[in-house]
């Protein structure tokens, strides 16, 4: 019955045994998962099982080890060795096993039937614990001496392979690591760390500096402060540090070290190198919002930046200028000196257009020989016309290109928000018409947009479509028209 009965509840008991090695501390000395919890349960309730098996009588207390068979006292000598190295004293041990006797106890109280045979397995179990007892004392109050510091001998050797071990990883870590001590100072650095910081020491040796105007402690000295006071277990944030006239960008990760009790004993610092990382999402940005060529913002950004523009100008009430440059006979240029040449023109161009504009002000390449220049919060409408004549003549200076002196101009057509539109693409449209209205005005010139110039406009793509659709449809016919000589009469 009593076999039966512990094999049905093992697992309330394991339950009853965990909860008191985590109430009472002993987290700081064995596991607290279940499964060898479990297993140690498990044997003490076989060799309580198979004592049970062997005898019809209670127990007498003395040494009697037959009685309560080998395997018993050998587990039972197993286990308190074995909590021994890890630091259990007797007290805490004898605890353990006085709550796990409980358990048994309770267990019958809840489970057997009542009765005589409930009393006598009550005693029987008891009587296995006494026996179990007297056998941990003994073995503790024959602990040599010798056998002890035998124990703390190899204590001490594991804890230093262990430490050994892990200074090594520690050590070959490919990322720099720090320690530091809850006061700020660095305690100890890896390999990687010295070399950054330009450190000789042996490996795993204590920092030796202390002051805090030097190296990482300097660099970090803030951060760490911060991290210390404010109770954070991780944090995770970039930062820049100069090292040989380069600039290296590293994420640091600080953790805070804390030892069994919970308390802070300082904070681990790691150091990823991002610089590639950095500079590749720089690259990538640049090829995504920037010309290639000149360096200029590309159509996205400018559109990006036009319809900020148009955003706030409903608040300040000001004037928007949109300008649409394009140069004149640019193919011309490519053709007859080539087109690197022509390359370095519109990098020239791009240069002195921005040198031609506030720093407020935006200039971008759309593409070929088109420009735009963006003017935002101008106080008069006239400021644009000031401004277009002013990037007029900055261009009709000559240009010096591959030892030939190269002349160019250029046709500018404005549009202004919100007269001439409220959004980027009418006011794209507006300014590209006012600016072929320049070219045919004869070039180097520029010109406002108007209400007409859109309706010229409206009319010519109307006769140009039906234009088209008379040729498509033959609704062209070829006429003949006599021309004769009034004097003479002949044709």
Known sequence: MLRRLLETHEGWLVERV?????????SRFTATLREPWRMAVASLSGHLGEAFSRLRRIPELGDGRDDLTEGATLFTLEQVRSHR????????????????RQGYLDLLAEKAPEGRQRNWLRAFVNRFFDRLELTVVAEWAHHSQEALLAELRKTNRCMAEEKNGLLALFESLTSPVLLFDPQGKIGRLNRAAARLFRETRPPGAPYARGSRKEGALAWLAAEIEEFAENGALETIFEKSYEMGGATLEFEIRFSRIVDAAGRFTGTAVTLTDITARKQAERETRLLAYFDTLTGLPNRALFRDRLDLALAQLHRSKKTLALLFVDLDRFKSINDTLGHAAGDQLLREISLRLEAAVRKGDTVARLGGDEFVVLLPALERPDDAAAVSAHLLRALNEPFELAGHEVYITACIGLALAPVDGETADQLLTNADLAMYAAKEAG?????????????????????????????QQQQFSLCYQPQIDLVSGKM
Do not use: C, D, P
Request: no cysteine.
């Open 443 to 471: 070039r180097n010139t520029f010109q406002y947009y108007s209400a007409e110039l859109n309706h010229k406009v409206k009319e010519r793509h109307h006769l140009e479509t039906s234009l088209h659709r008379a040729l």
């Open 85 to 100: 190295a890890r630091g259990v004293e007797a007290g805490m041990f004898l605890g353990l096993m006085k709550h796990i």
């Open 18 to 26: 965990i909860a008191y090695a985590r109430r009472n501390g002993y």
